[in-house]
Each structure stands twice: as structure tokens, then as C-alpha cells.
């Protein structure tokens, strides 16, 4: 079982808008503004998309932003587009060593 | 431009201790600030942290698998080395390491599948 929460799948049509919400404690999501977030296609290693809970690496599509409040941090994608579905993953700095999510699938319909 | 890689035995029996290699270029680990992270993935489950290494040495484990685990780098060769003992079933998956900045992980290998079975 990970450490931290997050909703098994999501699912939108082209073009809407999705969030996934990330849910820990205040020992690792509340306590630092440490979270990154992963895109990870079939087969594949995971790809950064957001990190230190709101910044994007560059190259990646401003269409993916992140947040934060209290112990919940959520990842939102808008327009999307089909090559969005993948598996996401958020992460957190616990104090010492990180601490993943379960993963949430996103489908694109 | 950094790139890693994994190596080690595709497969391992129960009780045995697993080496894994992570061969990196395009930074080095003996450069302040630098490190290198392992992490891994059983086959359809979420990624799992499991440890790291920093420019200076100095390491740190994930809690529940602490006594398990040694983190060893060669900066000479450019190798990270991960080691874990009493490999159980349960230990299968694909074994990733990476780059990380401060606190993100950039750049990941490609993994390597480890299959724990008699």
C-alpha cells in the first residue's frame, strides 16, 4: 500500500480539463513543498512533469500545472489530449527519503 | 546530456541477494549537490522509492526496507550500485534508477526487470 493517496483513474474527453488529487500527512505533502508529479506511458520509465509542487520542467506543455494545500496535493491537465493517457504519479520529500503515490490511470475518451 | 542505465540478473531465487548496476554519463557523482536514486515497480503497482546516494557519500533508505539494503557509487567508473538481500517474490519488478536535482527525479534509466521465482 503507498504512502500516498490517489484516485485509482480518471477519466475526460479531449479537450476538458482533469485533476488528480494526492493525498498525504503533514510528515510529507503538508510539510514540504517537495511534491513532484510523473507520466508514465505503457512500458515506459517515467517522465518528470511537475516538481517542488507547481514548477514544470521545460519542454513540458503549460497545460499541466500543479498545486498544493494542506496534506492534498493535485495535478491538473487541461485541453487534453489523447496522448495524455498514461499512468501519474505523484511523489513527496518525506524528511530523509520520498514516498510515491498508487498511481492514477487517466483516460482520455 | 544525462543518460543511466541498469544492469543486473534478470532473474533471482528466493533468498538470494540481488546487485544491481546503474551505469550513468553527463554528470558526476562527485560533483557537490549531485546524487542518484533507485527506484522500482512491480509489474501493474506503483512506483516505490528505495534509495539513495549523495556526491558525498552520505545515504539514506526507504524505512521498510532499510535492513535490506546497501548503496555503493564508484565515482571513477560512474557506477551506482543497489544491493538487497533475502530477495523474496514479492521483490519482483522493474528496478529504475535516476538523476535527481534537488528534490524531483529528472532523468530516469530505462529499468531492468528482476523476476524473484524457484
Known amino acids: 500500500q503507498s504512502v500516498l493517496t490517489q484516485p485509482r483513474s480518471v477519466s475526460g474527453s479531449p479537450g476538458q480539463s482533469v485533476t488528480i488529487s494526492c493525498t498525504g500527512t503533514?510528515?510529507?505533502?503538508?510539510?514540504?513543498?517537495?511534491v513532484s508529479w510523473y507520466q508514465q506511458h505503457p512500458g515506459k520509465a517515467p517522465k518528470l512533469i511537475i516538481y517542488?509542487?507547481?514548477k514544470r520542467p521545460s519542454g513540458v506543455p503549460d497545460r499541466f500545472s500543479g498545486s498544493k494545500s494542506g496534506n492534498t496535493a493535485s495535478l491538473t491537465i487541461s485541453g487534453l489530449q489523447v496522448d495524455d493517457e498514461a499512468d501519474y504519479y505523484c511523489?513527496?520529500?518525506?524528511?530523509?527519503?520520498?514516498?510515491f503515490g498508487g498511481g492514477t490511470k487517466l483516460t482520455v475518451l | 546530456q544525462i543518460t543511466l542505465k541498469e544492469s543486473g540478473p534478470a532473474l533471482v531465487r528466493p533468498t538470494q541477494t540481488l546487485t544491481l548496476t546503474c551505469t550513468f554519463s553527463?554528470?558526476?557523482?562527485?560533483?557537490?549537490?549531485?546524487?542518484v536514486a533507485w527506484i522500482r515497480q512491480p509489474p501493474g503497482k506503483a512506483l516505490e522509492w528505495l534509495a539513495l546516494?549523495?556526491?558525498?557519500?552520505?545515504?539514506r533508505f526507504s524505512p521498510s526496507l532499510k535492513s535490506r539494503l546497501t548503496i555503493t557509487k564508484d565515482t571513477s567508473k560512474n557506477q551506482v550500485v543497489l544491493i538487497m538481500t533475502s530477495m523474496d517474490p514479492v521483490d519482483t519488478a522493474t528496478y529504475y534508477c535516476?538523476?535527481?536535482?534537488?528534490?524531483?527525479?529528472?532523468?530516469w534509466g530505462q529499468g531492468t526487470m528482476v523476476t524473484v521465482s524457484s
Open positions: 535516476a538523476h535527481k536535482r534537488v528534490h524531483d527525479f529528472d532523468i
Open positions: 553527463g554528470f558526476s557523482l562527485s560533483s557537490s549537490g549531485v546524487s
Open positions: 546516494i549523495y556526491w558525498d557519500d552520505d545515504k
Open positions: 503533514s510528515s510529507d505533502v503538508g510539510g514540504y513543498d517537495y
Open positions: 517542488d509542487v507547481s
Open positions: 511523489c513527496s520529500y518525506a524528511g530523509g527519503y520520498w514516498v
